[in-house]
């Protein structure tokens, strides 16, 4: 029997690192704290659908994506989001998100121009951005202060808050420009302007999300079969420490003692951080430096009727800027993105809150959530009903903040663990939110642990089947 190796959190992040530890003969222990696997990819039943209340889309072309949904044998399944636009809910109401608006601000200017977005001072100072001196970028900055800087504030504050500050439920002033953009910070590196770097450039097809009918957790459920990975569940683990034979403990609260030959903590740097206190008092005190922001996501069910003869409901969603000082974030239109999810007689519309410094989801309970969020949707739509049905996912602490020095800070928490062979880190809280970079960040954690055991690589979340 070769090596032992202990993956801590049943996440994608994790189930990537398993299965392929799994496929170098490797014996794998999974230690999950709660009942299911699948971390942040959950779902729930509402109005007779089953809707995710995490992370709902998966980015198909991202690197190594469609790769891996043909390997695990789901390319068959996979269902498209309607093509569509998202709103801007404005001091003016509704406007359309322009066309090739990302998170790192417009990579078009035209529709820019006719979107009415901005004002005409604001344009004019963003359409300044080649002239604007380019300083030597020093360590590291916000993405709200470089692209402030290139572009002027009202870019930030009319796309860039509500687009990429709303995805990572952060202030965008303190998010990273090269963990988050790294495009933007290399472009900062060579001293370019953004707009010529861009110019020519094509700006790709539009981003493809998909999912599957049962939602995000038919990939979850996928991802170990037939691996020979051994699942513990309800197993919160409470300490790793290092035994004089050089091998490690993993200690639970639930079953004891397990003895492997090397650990991946697939869980969330604050978890970690508790985790590894026995092993390196250094290393707990960088991962305490990772915050967290709060969020909640409730789904609400209308009648169809709700909706007739309203605009808004023929886009796919909306985003609020934060100045607009609302508990809504966003509000996915479940209904009118997802093909499967049309229904004839209700909508359903997914709503999110939480910013990194908002306290006030802990202060209301559920009725009193869904009430204020209901009373935001009805203001941007003015849809005309009461909901029939709801559901409330809280995730407490859930969205890391990769701020300012985050690739810094990850780098020297991966040095100090480096002095103990087989200790290794993946998750979102390292690596970068999202499915796509959990899984890279899995598969990496995969590697570098084979490469501590003396076995060799493992395939890459890039290489297929
Ligand atoms: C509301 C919401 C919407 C999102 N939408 C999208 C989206 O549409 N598309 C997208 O790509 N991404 C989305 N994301 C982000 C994406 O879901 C996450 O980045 C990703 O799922 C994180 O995976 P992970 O494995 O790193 O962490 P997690 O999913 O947090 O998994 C960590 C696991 O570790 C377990 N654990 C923690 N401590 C311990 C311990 N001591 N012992 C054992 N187990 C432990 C936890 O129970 C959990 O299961 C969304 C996230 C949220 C919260």
Redesign the pocket.
């Known amino acids: 029997m070769g090596p032992t190796v202990a993956v ?8 990537m690192c398993a299965r392929r530890l799994s496929e170098a003969n490797v014996r794998v222990i999974l ?4 009942a299911i ?5 959950r779902k729930s039943n509402i109005a007779d659908h089953d809707i ?8 198909v072309s991202a690197p190594g994506m469609s790769a891996l949904i043909s390997e695990v044998g789901l390319s068959s399944g996979l269902i498209k989001s309607n093509p569509g636009m998202s709103w801007l809910w404005t001091e003016s109401g509704l406007q359309r998100l322009p066309e090739g608006v990302g998170p790192s601000g417009p990579r078009k200017l035209r529709p820019v121009l006719r979107s009415g977005v901005m004002s005409f001072g604001g344009l004019f100072r963003a359409g300044l951005e080649p002239l604007v001196p380019r300083r030597k970028l020093r360590g590291d900055m916000g993405v709200g202060e470089y692209v402030g800087k290139r572009f002027g504030r009202e870019v930030v504050d009319r796309f860039v808050d509500p687009v990429l500050g709303s995805l990572h439920s952060g202030d965008v002033y303190k998010l990273s420009l090269r963990a988050i953009t790294p495009e933007l910070a290399a472009i900062a590196d060579r001293r370019k302007s953004i707009m010529m770097s861009r110019r020519g450039q094509q700006t790709g097809a539009p981003l493809s ?1 998909a999912t599957w009918i049962g939602g ?1 957790t038919t990939l979850t459920q996928r991802m170990l079969i037939n691996t020979g990975v051994k699942v513990k569940t309800l ?4 300490s790793v420490s290092v035994l004089p034979n050089g091998k490690y403990e993993v200690k ?1 609260v639930t079953d004891g003692s397990t003895e492997v030959d090397a650990v991946v903590l ?3 740097a604050r ?1 970690a951080a ?2 590894l206190r026995p092993l390196s008092h250094e290393a707990t005190a960088l991962l305490e430096k990772v915050r967290y922001a709060s ?1 909640a ?1 409730v789904v609400v069910a209308y009648p169809r009727t709700a909706i007739a003869g309203l605009k808004a409901f023929k886009g796919t969603g909306l985003l609020v800027p934060s100045a607009k000082g609302r508990l809504l974030k966003a509000a996915t239109f479940v209904s009118t993105k997802w093909p499967h999810m049309d229904d004839s007689d209700v909508i359903l519309v997914r709503l ?1 809150c939480g910013r990194i410094n908002e306290k006030v989801i802990d202060s209301l309970d559920d009725v009193e959530l869904v009430a204020k969020l209901h009373a935001d949707l009805v203001e941007a739509t003015e849809i005309k009903s009461e909901p029939v049905e709801s559901f409330v ?1 809280r ?1 407490p602490s ?2 890391p903040q990769l701020e300012i020095g985050h690739v810094e800070l990850v780098s020297k928490i991966r040095e100090d663990l480096a002095f103990f062979n087989g200790v290794q880190l ?4 390292y690596d ?7 899984l890279r ?2 598969a990496r954690a995969a590697e570098a642990c084979l490469k501590d055991l003396g076995i060799e690589k493992a395939k890459s979340v890039t290489s297929g089947s």
Do not use: R
């Open positions: 801590i959190g049943g996440g994608i992040s994790g189930l230690f999950e704290s709660s696997l699948g971390g942040q990819i995710d209340m995490g992370a709902e889309a998966i980015h999300f995000l197993s919160p683990v409470d639970t697939a869980i969330p978890a508790q985790v969020v996501t999110s996912q995730w859930a969205m993946a998750g979102s809280s970068g939110l999202g499915i796509a970079a959990c960040s899995g």
